[in-house]
């Protein structure tokens, strides 16, 4: 069977969504739960774009054990330097370098002729190739690019030295049976004495993404690009979790293998959700909440009778199943320690003192702690660590029928505690306007969801807020956890000031 590789760009594409921001720690600990779930292949981050972004390649390059760690850049010098100081101590090191080919992107935002971009192309991918083994090039907008025009730049590639193209929807303009077509004509016309790999990198706009890629794989590609639970610029990437369950399902159609590991699917999903600030709608494909529930009568009855009669897939192909090791407040500490080493964290002495404090904390207040609360848990102490201003305590004064009270504290990153007290329509508004007046902010509150973690009265509350600011036109994410909902609440909105903060 043939071999498809999975490239995951939740960490470059994935964090341009906006209100995404991942911190070094946070692009660690994603990119090492990849490299367990399967993946080949990780563009890391773009290390010219910052100092953050060239700190977290250059850190995920030095841990991943088996990925290939890729640096992306423009055909420019500079940028591929940066790449290269970024991977070089990398185990596998490559680097994924761009120039768009369409006429739109070449008039008016290259402002270049044909001619200037294969001349640059040619420069460019000839220069990485003496940097990098591995080096892929992409022609932006390929899909709304000439065909003609398209095959001559990706063949000047290939001549300069690039051994994987990448050929991408950039703005999910096309559509399958166009889409694989581009694939089967490239593979059918360029000339190279060496494999050259083909990869598709799909854009959900018209929300075709996962349809194009296995296109892609039907015409000729073995390389898939995506981002976990697809996310990515507007409408998203392709969902690398659907083409990966779809290759698995549909064997007998596309007769292709992967490296993913399968029951790690919803673990993974998770913890990017969590980290992203995204919810996963309950009706995604793959892991969502509905994905496994039937409430039709009919089909309760046949599921009853064979779960084959209405899934295809199983809850535990996918990793969704119940806690093999319930913990409660009895529970000790090498419980505790077994527990989160199986959902895949390695923490320090001084965290796991911290994080066993918290989980005997909601041991207290919940008779059995689950996975999902555990690794809630976790996600909220690593965002709590990084964040320059922390809640304190929050204080709700209820009236009903009249304007709610709140007094909120935070302790600010020079370790002094700063107090507020305003008044709100509603308990919520009144903290939200207290932390207005700490943080000296006034942004816009354009969206809250509230939900719960687990099933049950004594479920924890996970509640996300996205704060608009008005000045910059930028959005900012936030996720609170906690036994109280208010509690939840203060948390999720301090996380979003901070990271205002941080844009200022």
């Not at 990119?31 to 953050?52: H, R, T």
């Not at 581009?182 to 004495?193: A, G, N, Q, T, V």
Request: with cysteine.
């Amino acid at each position: 069977m043939r071999k498809i590789q999975f490239f995951d760009t939740t960490l470059r594409d994935g964090e341009q969504t906006p209100g995404v921001n991942f911190n070094t720690k946070e692009k660690i600990q994603i990119a090492m739960q990849l490299e367990k779930w399967g993946i080949d292949v990780i563009e890391a981050g773009f290390p010219i774009a910052s100092q953050g972004d060239f700190e977290a390649v250059k850190a995920i390059a030095e841990n991943a054990k088996r990925m290939t760690v890729v640096g992306l850049a423009r055909c420019q010098k500079k940028d591929i330097d940066r790449a290269y100081e970024a991977l070089k101590d990398a185990v596998d090191p490559q680097i994924h370098t761009f120039l768009a080919t369409s006429n739109v992107h070449m008039e008016y935002k290259l402002k270049m002729t044909r001619e200037e971009v294969l001349a640059s192309i040619k420069e460019h991918v000839g220069y990485a190739r003496t940097l990098f083994e591995k080096v892929q090039f992409s022609p932006e907008d390929a899909s709304r690019t000439d065909r003609d025009f398209l095959l001559e730049a990706v063949q000047t590639a290939i001549d300069a030295g690039a051994t994987i193209i990448n050929v991408p929807d950039t703005v999910g303009y096309s559509n399958p049976t166009e889409y694989g077509g581009i694939f089967k004509y490239l593979i059918e016309h360029i000339k190279s004495d060496q494999e050259i790999t083909f990869s598709s990198h799909c854009h959900d706009d018209l929300g075709m993404a996962t349809a194009n890629a296995l296109a892609a794989i039907e015409n000729g590609a073995n390389r898939v690009e995506g981002a976990i639970n697809g996310i990515g610029e507007r409408a998203g990437n392709t969902a690398l979790e659907e083409v990966a369950l779809a290759l698995h399902i549909r064997k007998d159609f596309y007769n292709c293998e992967s490296n993913i590991v399968l029951n790690e699917t919803k673990r993974t999903s998770d913890l990017v959700s969590r980290l992203s600030g995204i919810p996963v709608p309950r009706n995604k494909a793959i892991i969502g909440d509905n994905a496994y529930a039937h409430e039709s009568g009919i089909h309760q009855d046949g599921v009853l009778k064979n779960p084959e009669t209405y899934e295809i897939i199983t809850p535990t192909l996918v990793g969704v199943s119940q806690n093999s090791l319930p913990l409660g407040k009895l529970s000790g500490r090498h419980a505790f320690v077994t527990k989160i080493e199986e959902l895949g964290y390695q923490l320090t002495d001084e965290e796991i003192k911290t994080a066993f404090k918290r989980f005997k904390d909601l041991a207290d207040k919940k008779k059995q702690i689950t996975d999902q609360d555990l690794i809630a848990l976790l996600t909220d102490q690593s965002r709590e660590e990084s964040e320059r201003c922390k809640l304190a305590n929050v204080q709700v004064q209820y009236s009903s029928g009249g304007y709610q009270g709140a007094i909120v504290s935070i302790i600010n990153e020079a370790g002094e505690t700063k107090v507020a007290s305003t008044i709100g329509s509603g308990s919520i508004q009144a903290i939200y306007n207290s932390i207005d007046e700490l943080f000296q902010q006034k942004p816009e509150l354009s969206e809250y969801e509230i939900q719960a973690i687990t099933g049950g009265e004594d479920a924890q509350a996970e509640v996300r807020v996205t704060l608009h600011d008005p000045t910059t036109k930028q959005d900012f994410r936030g996720i609170g956890i906690d036994f109280d909902v208010l509690q939840a609440s203060a948390k999720a909105y301090i996380q979003a000031s901070n990271q205002m903060k941080e844009q200022e």
